[in-house]
């Protein structure tokens, strides 16, 4: 989003050095580096802590993940030591076990992603926080040669490991030939395409971005992907009256749509003859309303009625967060649309997926740019 759309928008505070956040006060830098750099900082802290990537930090135990009150006070935010007493502390210590639990198992393809994330947020922290992109790359490149090295991780669990192999590996190479624009990349590049099965979506989006770095057979073979793309996209068009995918298994489909409008934009950029792009506004459409079921926007403060009862940390006063995307219409078989207005505890309709969020912003983005383009 930063390279594409440079958004420059300022309204929070963010002090790192004394973890310390004000919302609506604005501190003079974009916040969207300085949600790069916060997410970094912990990706740095993970290979630093245990030397790869891990699958999951979460709470100790069920009433914590249960907690329905203010989050700040789920732990006492001192390092549990064992030899102290319940309730008793001393010099930054505490005898409460409330710390969160780290997971570290190794996968493969979580260090993949994560690589492509350093990769990235390297170019995007230069001239903003120069040492920490330096350390990113270096992270990024060493890891890849250490992963390269041998055969692969293969752990998996659920969705806190990655996602396939192939297509975390074919997205790691992509990033670190943007930024190095070293060859052995490039050749990874190639070889790990022809490896993807049927790429679409995010896999075809990253592969779009590696083109000016590739040699001009590479977009020959996109042109393919991406014809094949569109004639999947008419017949989508064609299922329903939203012009949209529609999910029909236990999650609701917000992302599924966002990323549909998501890659019709890139792969309009691209071939224009080709994709016509209009499943943009489509998928724009469809996160503000035109859904099945309502029209109440599924972006929580943004269109005239919107999600105001939602699964977020504030879940217990039924309350909304502005801002948060949900999941959205679940089609309850055979063909019932449904999302719950008064009853925030359903997570496949209602949870606040946090990469919603961010995919939301690139959305909304591409959009403006394109309706800049058409004036």
């Not at 930090?57 to 009150?69: K, N, R, W």
């Not at 990769?119 to 040492?131: C, G, H, T």
């Not at 040669?145 to 297509?167: K, M, W």
């Not at 309303?289 to 999600?307: A, E, F, M």
């Amino acid at each position: 989003v930063w390279e594409q759309y440079r958004p420059a928008r300022d309204e929070t505070l963010i002090d790192q050095s004394r973890r310390r956040v004000e919302l609506h006060v604005p501190d003079g830098q974009p916040d969207i580096l300085q949600q790069v750099e916060h997410g970094v900082l912990q990706l740095v802290a993970q290979f630093d802590a245990v030397g790869h990537a891990i699958h999951g930090i979460v709470e100790p135990d069920v009433a914590q993940y249960t907690h329905l009150g203010d989050a700040a006070s789920k732990t006492d935010g001192l390092i549990y030591d064992p030899a102290l007493q319940p309730g008793q502390q001393a010099g930054g210590r505490s005898g409460d076990p409330d710390d969160r639990w780290a997971f570290t198992s190794k996968s493969s393809a979580l260090n993949y992603g994560s690589i492509a994330a350093l990769a990235a947020a390297s170019r995007v922290l230069k001239d903003f926080r120069d040492p920490l992109a330096e350390r990113s790359l270096a992270i990024a490149e060493r890891v890849w040669a250490e992963e390269q090295s041998h055969a692969p991780d293969t752990f998996r669990h659920g969705n806190t490991t990655g996602g396939p192999l192939e297509v975390e590996q074919f997205t790691a190479a992509v990033e670190l030939l943007i930024t190095t624009r070293k060859p052995v990349y490039a050749a990874q590049v190639q070889s790990l395409w022809t490896q993807l099965d049927d790429p679409s979506g995010g896999a075809l989006r990253t592969a779009l971005r590696a083109l000016p770095f590739m040699p001009a057979a590479f977009r020959s073979e996109l042109e393919t992907a991406a014809r094949r793309w569109q004639a999947d996209a008419d017949e989508t068009a064609r299922a329903n009256p939203y012009g949209v995918p529609i999910g029909t298994g236990g999650w609701a489909g917000s992302g599924q749509v966002i990323d549909y409008g998501l890659t019709a934009h890139a792969l309009h950029q691209a071939f224009p003859d080709i994709v016509d792009g209009q499943g943009l506004m489509r998928a724009v459409d469809f996160i503000h309303g035109t859904h099945p079921g309502s029209d109440v926007s599924l972006v929580s403060g943004v269109g005239t009625v919107s999600k105001e009862v939602a699964y977020g940390s504030n879940r217990a006063d039924f309350s909304y967060i502005a801002g948060g995307v949900v999941p959205g219409v679940l089609i309850i078989k055979p063909d019932f649309p449904e999302n719950k207005e008064d009853w925030p505890f359903l997570w496949g309709e209602n949870e606040y997926v946090i990469n919603l969020g961010p995919s939301y912003i690139e959305l909304m983005n591409a959009a403006e740019a394109s309706q800049a383009a058409a004036r």
